[in-house]
Structures are given as structure tokens and as C-alpha cells.
């Protein structure tokens, strides 16, 4: 397909809570052990915003790392604000508006979009089309989650994978010649809606005893494993083959960071050197829709010029998506 114009990345940023949660701080919350959750996910500690009146919160997260993003861009050169979230600080307004007026960036569109884990590369998705088409120039997009205020701090299974943080980037129109976005695979599947959720309930209409509400993550983890293992291969054949490219032409995977042992086995599937799936999960867990641009950031001045990106989410919805990016240093 001709397109009018191309995007390119110009800033990456991104920012976590400092408060650390080692693997043995939880072994006081419920039964587990270090050595246990390090051999099956591979993570260390995480970040975790404290719930004080001083924050931080997921707008102080994104504000942090949108900064970093835009470097000298003044945030009056943006056209459009997107964060995917699916733990904001309010169900309305959005952050997005509120990283708007908290950056001062006048006369412009900003929406949050949900798509839990996937939230990111649908993201930059969005965000480059609304370039391709001539609707907008320059874009900043945000993935933020806290999960640590929505956990079941008892519940083992969970409690001991998710982490707190944000991630930003900013994308700009160039020409169609230069376009680093080089193909895309996005895919939903309601049906595995039961697999992982977070329901949202607010308070009832008083009709007898008023109880407060509390919801926490639900997930059913190994179908989540089996459903990940089996999406991401899919999806890196998908964007490679759209043009005519292989999987070994990736130079490197930015997955989200769920499970170590879901990045190894992408990588024995598909016979990769395990560094070829860049991991930070040690450090920080599975921050959702931030993990694929913390990662990115992390990593950025490591990974060579031209280099063959493929960003992949997946997560909640179910959702599911790859987009293959030609890394240039900005
Ligand atoms: N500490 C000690 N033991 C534990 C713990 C724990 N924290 N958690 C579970 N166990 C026990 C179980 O009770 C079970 O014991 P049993 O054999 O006596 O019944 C045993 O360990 C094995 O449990 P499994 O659930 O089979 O462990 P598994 O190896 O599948 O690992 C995990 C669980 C880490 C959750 C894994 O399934 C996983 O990573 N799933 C994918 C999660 C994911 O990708 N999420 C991303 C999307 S998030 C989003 O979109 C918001």
C-alpha cells in the first residue's frame, strides 16, 4: 500500500516507583519462596508505588517518562496524547487529559486505550496511523500500569508477577522513504475474556446492606502461558511474512515482559539465541502495557543502528500484536 507518510521513533523514556519488592519481602505475605518464583518467572523484584498521600501514581509515572520522551520537543509541538492503561488513577477523566494538562499541551486530542498488555504496541499503532494519514505530526504515546493497587495481595499466583512503571515514546511523520514502521499483526479474541480480568465495580444502589467494593486481578495462568507460547511465533511469521522476510531476520524481540521462561521458549521454538529476546524482567516483573517501551528504553543504546525490531504484546481481552520496526538512533 502507498502511504503519504512514514513514521519514525524521536524519544523513548521511561520511569518506575522507587520502592523495591524483593521476591523474599513476599515470602511474609503468603507461602512461596524465592527460588520458586525466580525458576518460574525469572524476576527478582519489582517496583511498587506506595499508597501515600505523596504519590507517586500512575499520572506522576507518566509525566516522568513523557518527559524523557520529548526531550527538547516542546509539549505544544504535540498533535495527540495516547496512553494505554488499563489501572488508571480514574476511570474519568482519562490520563491521557491529565497528562495533557499536566505537560501543558494546549489544542490537542488525548484518549486512553485499553488493551491490558497489549496496550503499547496497539498504541503505536494508533498513534501511526493517525501520522500515516496526514492527521497528525507528532505524537506522544505512554504506557502506564500500577497493578499493585489492584492485586490480591494473599493470592500467590498473581501477586508475585506484576510490577509498577511507564514507558513513553515519541513518534513523527517523515517520508514514506524513511518509515520505520515496517508491518503490523493486531488481533483480538473476546471469548478468552474469562482467562484474565479486572472487573471493574463501582458502589450498588443501597438496596440493603451497602458493601464496599473491592475487585482484584483474576488470572488462569497457565492458559495465559499456553495461549502466549503459541501467539508470539504466530505473530512474528505473520509480520516477517507480510514482507517477504523471515523470522531469523528479526534482529531482536521486545516482547512484553511477562515470564522469562515465555521469552526462552519463543527462543528455542524458533532456534534464537537467547539474547535475542531483550529481558528486564529480573528487575521489575510484568508492568503491562509498560514493559515493551521500559524494555525498549532500557535497551535502546545497546541495540545497533538498522537493527530489525520486533515489538510484540499480548495479554488481557485476549489481545494480541507485533509491529516490525527498523531501529534507527535518534
Ligand atoms: N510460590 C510457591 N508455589 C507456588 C506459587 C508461588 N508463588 N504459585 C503457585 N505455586 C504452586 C502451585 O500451587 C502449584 O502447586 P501444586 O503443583 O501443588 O498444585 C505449583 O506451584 C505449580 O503451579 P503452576 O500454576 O502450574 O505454575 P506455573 O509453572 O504455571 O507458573 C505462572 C505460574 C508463573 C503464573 C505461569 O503460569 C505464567 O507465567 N503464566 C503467564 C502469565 C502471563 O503471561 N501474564 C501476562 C498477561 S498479564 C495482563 O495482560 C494484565
Not at 51 to 56: C, L, Y
Not at 103 to 109: F, P
Not at 214 to 226: A, H
Not at 285 to 305: C, R, V
Request: charged fraction near 20%.
Amino acid at each position: 500500500m502507498n502511504i503519504p507518510f512514514g513514521v519514525k521513533i524521536s524519544g523513548l523514556g521511561s520511569a518506575v516507583p522507587p520502592k523495591i519488592i524483593k521476591n523474599s519481602d513476599l515470602e511474609s505475605l503468603f507461602e512461596t519462596n524465592s527460588e520458586w518464583i525466580e525458576s518460574r518467572t525469572g524476576i527478582l523484584e519489582r517496583r511498587i508505588c506506595e499508597f501515600s498521600a505523596e504519590k507517586p501514581d500512575s499520572l506522576d509515572l507518566s509525566i516522568k517518562a513523557a518527559k524523557q520522551a520529548l526531550g527538547n520537543t516542546s509539549p505544544e509541538e504535540l498533535d495527540l496524547i495516547i496512553v494505554a492503561t488499563s489501572t488508571p488513577d480514574y476511570l474519568y477523566p482519562s490520563t491521557a487529559c491529565r497528562l495533557q494538562s499536566a505537560l501543558g499541551a494546549k489544542n490537542i486530542l488525548a484518549f486512553d486505550l485499553s488493551a491490558a498488555c497489549s496496550g503499547f504496541v496497539f498504541a503505536l499503532m494508533t498513534a501511526s496511523q493517525f501520522i500515516q494519514l496526514g492527521t497528525a505530526k507528532k505524537v506522544l504515546i505512554v504506557g502506564v500500569d500500577i497493578h499493585s493497587r489492584f492485586m490480591d495481595w494473599t493470592d500467590r499466583s498473581t501477586a508475585i508477577l506484576f510490577g509498577d512503571g511507564a514507558g513513553a515514546a515519541l513518534i513523527e511523520r517523515t517520508s514514506a522513504e524513511n518509515n520505520q514502521l515496517l508491518s503490523h499483526s493486531l488481533h483480538s479474541d473476546g471469548s478468552g475474556a474469562c482467562e484474565l480480568y479486572l472487573k471493574s465495580v463501582g458502589g450498588q444502589f443501597p438496596n440493603g446492606k451497602i458493601q464496599k467494593p473491592v475487585e482484584t486481578v483474576f488470572m488462569n495462568g497457565k492458559k495465559i502461558y499456553q495461549f502466549a507460547v503459541k501467539a508470539i511465533p504466530d505473530i512474528l511469521a505473520n509480520i516477517t511474512g507480510n514482507i517477504d522476510l523471515k523470522t531469523e531476520n528479526i534482529d531482536y524481540l521486545i516482547c512484553h515482559q511477562a515470564n522469562q521462561r515465555i521469552l526462552d521458549s519463543v527462543a528455542e521454538k524458533l532456534n534464537w539465541p537467547k539474547e535475542k529476546c531483550l529481558s528486564n524482567i529480573a528487575k521489575y516483573g510484568n508492568t503491562s502495557a509498560a514493559s515493551i517501551p521500559l524494555a525498549w528504553h532500557e535497551y535502546k543504546d545497546q541495540i545497533e543502528n538498522n537493527s530489525l525490531l520486533a515489538l510484540v504484546g499480548f495479554g488481557a481481552g485476549l489481545t494480541w500484536g507485533g509491529i516490525l520496526w527498523r531501529w534507527k538512533q535518534f
